[in-house]
């Protein structure tokens, strides 16, 4: 069964951990890839073949994401990449609705920072198994058991550590595995595949006591006993219900430990999971294609000017060319030349099951959310539309060019790039961000690909929410005496724009037949 063989993930990690060199080192392993620096290559590459990508060059950080497929042991392993400034957390977030687990990757002298905080959040809220992977122990780091400590209190979850360090930094001398009782040497310049690793049965082989010395087994024999009396065992069930994280300790960029935790993660990680839809629970051993589109990317061919939806394939089977329904639209589409994404290259897909995600070529029709099956009306739930928190009003230097102003934004906007809302009672293009840096993003984007110049300025609004009435009369009542602070998102749905915080909570006081919405989800 092709669904039972996949595992989907994605790293989380704050900026600098590793996450671009621990993929590259999974894609190693995988097989994808022939050569480390192939996808810091394929990155720089990337930015040569589309100019707003300099911009993210410039800043050194990644808008984009993409999608890695690579065979390991007897399993398709699908690895979704999150773009890594805290800027563009929206766009993570609906990655992070699409994986079955994610991947934790903890700097061992940094810890538990910011970024990685607020993603564990969104996977709290969906109870997202984590694996953890505690990176760079050639580096003088912090006490592991402390570290674990600092996971338990900071992030809330419980931990079961599966390796453990013996020493750290310039005496890093290897791992422990706590299930198998293999000790595995650290061997700079080697570690690429077990057969180019030293590993002993367990600790008490003769070979560790000459490999590490004595007073170093005396010191992890001493922490072993400590690390059982304070953590948990691993719990394949805690960790399944997202409350036990397993820990392994390595060296990314030394390829150290990132086989040890390939190989546990592709036997414990989950399979695809049944999704929630408007009508009933979708199981991934179904027989008829369901799947929902995540994300939306302009122009990775610049060639083209494409723009790609990515599907997360739920049920069924996709074949090359077949037709799926399109619920929200009403209409039967065509999926000619879909995509999918070999770690090696974008390739025409011939198949594609539960748990991939294949690219369909999106001229306008498809936005992020959207729901398509083999002729059943239903939608994906759980992929939410943040409120904004920052906004601008869009202004042109040349007014003439106010069409393609509208076309580029509403564009943006359907990629998640920006929000856009059309006041009910003005003509202005007001644009709302969760992120300062997305404001640059689209100006840049609307020079360079929509040819438009415009200026952002302050408007007067602090916050926004979707509203929601059951009762029509009332929903007309509440439109009539609020119209100018009301508008409309790029999907047309009513959205209250709040001059102030104080405003909206009188606001909600005078209609509580009325809900405000923070995010609003995709369905
Ligand atoms: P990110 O995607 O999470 O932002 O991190 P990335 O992999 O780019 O790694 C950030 C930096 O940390 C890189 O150094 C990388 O080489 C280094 N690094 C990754 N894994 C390890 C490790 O196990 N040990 C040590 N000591 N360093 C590690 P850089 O100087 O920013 O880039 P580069 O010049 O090395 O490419």
Redesign the pocket.
């Known amino acids: 069964m092709q669904a039972k063989i996949r595992r989907t993930f994605a ?1 989380i ?12 080192k999974l894609l190693l392993f995988g097989g994808a890839i022939q050569m480390a620096g192939s996808v ?1 290559g394929r990155k720089a590459a990337r930015h040569a073949t589309s100019d707003w990508m300099a911009l993210e060059k410039e800043r050194g950080i ?1 808008v984009t994401s993409s999608v890695m497929q690579f065979p390991y042991e007897d399993k398709i392993v699908n690895l979704l990449d999150t773009p ?1 400034h805290a800027d563009f957390g929206e766009d993570t977030y609906r990655v992070l609705t699409a994986v079955d687990s994610a991947l934790m ?1 903890i ?1 061992v002298a940094k810890g538990v920072e910011e970024r990685t905080i607020k993603l564990m959040e969104v996977c709290r809220m969906r109870n997202t198994p984590i694996m953890t992977f505690i ?5 003088e780091g912090k006490d592991p058991i402390e570290l674990i400590d600092e996971v338990e209190s900071v992030l809330g979850i419980q931990c079961a550590p599966i390796t453990w360090p013996i020493g750290m930094g310039p005496r890093l001398k290897g791992v422990v595995h706590l299930l198998t009782g293999e000790v595995h040497l650290f061997e700079s310049g080697r570690n690429f595949t077990r057969q180019d690793s030293t590993i002993f049965p367990s600790l008490d082989d003769p070979g560790v006591l000459d490999a590490i010395g004595q007073n170093m087994l005396d010191e992890v024999r001493e922490q072993l006993e400590l690390v059982e009396g304070a953590t948990n065992p691993f719990d394949m069930e805690a960790y399944l219900r997202g409350e036990q994280t397993p820990v392994t300790f ?5 390829n ?1 430990g990132v086989q040890l935790l390939l190989d546990f993660f592709v036997e414990h990680a989950p399979m695809p999971q049944a999704r929630e839809t408007t009508t009933r629970k979708v199981d991934p051993t179904e027989n008829k294609l369901t799947g929902f589109v995540f994300k939306i990317q302009a122009n990775m061919d610049p060639q083209h000017r494409d723009r790609v939806a990515f599907m997360r394939i739920c049920s069924g089977k996709f074949t090359a060319g077949m037709k799926a329904f399109h619920p929200r639209v009403g209409k039967e589409i065509k999926l000619a030349n879909a995509l999918t994404f070999m770690a090696s290259d974008r390739e025409i897909a011939q198949d594609a099951f539960p748990g991939d995600v294949i690219g369909i070529h999106n001229h306008g029709t498809i936005a992020i959310g959207d729901t398509f099956t083999e002729g059943e009306n239903l939608a994906f739930t759980g992929i939410p539309n943040f409120a904004p928190e920052l906004f601008r009003r869009a202004r042109l230097r040349d007014p003439l060019k106010l069409k393609q102003l509208q076309k580029g934004l509403a564009q943006l906007s359907e990629e998640g790039a920006t929000q856009f809302f059309k006041p009910m009672m003005s003509n202005d293009l007001i644009l709302g961000a969760v992120g300062m840096l997305q404001f640059d993003v689209v100006a840049y984007r609307l020079k360079d690909e929509y040819g438009v110049d415009a200026l952002f300025e302050n408007v007067n609004v602090a916050t926004a929410r979707w509203v929601r009435c059951d009762d029509p009369k009332k929903l007309e009542e509440f439109v009539n005496k609020n119209a100018l602070n009301l508008a409309n998102d790029a999907a047309g749905e009513l959205v209250y724009l709040a001059p102030t915080r104080v405003n909206l909570n009188l606001t909600q006081e005078r209609h509580p037949e009325v809900q405000f919405l923070a995010t609003r989800e995709h369905a």
Do not use: M
């Open positions: 790293i990690s704050h900026p600098d951990a590793g996450k671009t060199t621990l993929t590259e810091k990644s890594g990757v700097d990176n760079k122990l050639d580096r390595g060296s990314a960029v030394n150290f």
